[in-house]
């Protein structure tokens, strides 16, 4: 079990271009989640997967922003046209929905977009 | 909605002291979860403790405690013989029994542990 994998860990880009992020959760783990953290503020829930199956959208997630789970294993999420308001860290999480540790979110380490 | 507040933006403790991290919430449901997440610099998210709100008895793992008081909606923690590794980011969070199960975080706490 090596934990939440997120690649990249920083990216910069220039506004206007698009930027792709991935996401590999904990081996087995049905259901991902994927947050937005701007400074001094707490995570907030973008969208989440239970297998392939995107379940739900939060309001934060404009039409630029999209998601992919392809077969239930990792997943990406990508930005469309970046504004500089999309500077921010960007977490995965995964949990289980049964067992002992049922959802219980684990998250990886983020990425780091910079938006020039 | 459910939100989640957390009044104190920066507390210091020295080595082998204790400190309390406070956190309020507000919710109309019953059945909900809480949790007191951990961030150090640059590094990711770490699960310190949980509480489900159908339990009276406070979570305790450790030298972490919470303070659960469902009736005043709070949930504080209680770090005992502080260690400089406790110096991180501390987020309170919120889990309702939705299908969803996302959590609801606090603005955080920046934790500074002294010599």
């Known amino acids: 079990d090596t934990g939440v994998s997120q690649d990249p860990r920083h990216k910069i880009t220039k506004r206007g271009q698009n930027v792709t992020f991935r996401c590999d959760p904990i081996?087995?783990?049905?259901?991902l989640y994927w947050y937005r953290q701007t400074l001094g503020q707490g995570p907030e829930f973008l969208t989440y997967f239970q297998n392939e199956a995107q379940l739900e959208k939060s309001r934060l997630l404009s039409d630029r922003f999209s998601a992919e789970r392809p077969k239930g294993s990792f997943s990406t999420l990508e930005i469309q046209r970046t504004e500089q308001g999309d500077s921010a860290m960007y977490l995965c999480a995964s949990s289980l929905i049964s067992g002992t540790v049922k959802n219980i979110q684990y998250f990886g380490a983020g990425t780091r977009l910079s938006v020039l | 909605a459910q939100t989640v507040t957390q009044s104190q933006p920066e507390m210091s403790v020295q080595e082998a002291e204790t400190v309390t991290l406070s956190c309020t919430y507000d919710?109309?449901?019953?059945?909900?979860?809480l949790f007191w997440y951990k961030q150090p610099p640059s590094r990711q998210m770490i699960l310190v403790i949980r509480q489900e709100a159908y339990k009276q008895q406070n979570a305790t793992e450790n030298r972490f405690s919470v303070n659960f008081q469902k009736a005043a909606k709070s949930f504080s923690l209680k770090i005992s013989d502080s260690q400089l590794g406790d110096a991180a980011m501390y987020f309170c969070a919120y889990r309702g029994t939705g299908t969803a199960s996302k959590l609801t975080f606090g603005t955080g706490t920046r934790l500074q542990v002294t010599l």
């Open positions: 081996s087995e783990h049905n259901r």
């Open positions: 919710t109309s449901e019953s059945d909900y979860y």
